[in-house]
């Protein structure tokens, strides 16, 4: 998998684990919206520092944005559309 790709798929993975949206994400990192959705697709050539920054915003190392996915795995989920239901 190109380097990218890689990234930008770990991104997604961790992102939507956590049960964030990109806005949330960019907004926590200190970058811009689109931005992020363009590392998720493996379009943008990122920082190191954008890189470290989307990390800590995400809770996880560095190193965690250049784990290989198994072979066959499926690309990671979207996150429900919608806002999330008022509770109480």
């Known amino acids: 998998m190109e380097v990218r790709a890689l990234i930008g798929w770990n991104l997604r993975r961790l992102r939507v684990a956590k ?3 990109q806005e949330r994400l960019a907004l926590a990192a200190g970058i811009d919206r689109a931005y992020v959705g363009r590392v998720e697709r493996g379009s943008e050539n990122v920082t190191i520092s ?5 990390a800590v915003a995400l809770a996880v190392p560095v190193a965690a944005l250049f784990i290989e996915p198994e072979a066959g795995a499926e690309p990671p989920m979207p996150l ?3 806002r999330r239901a008022k509770s109480g």
């Open 19 to 21: 049960g964030l949206s």
């Open 80 to 82: 429900r559309a919608g």
């Open 50 to 54: 954008t890189l470290e920054a989307m």
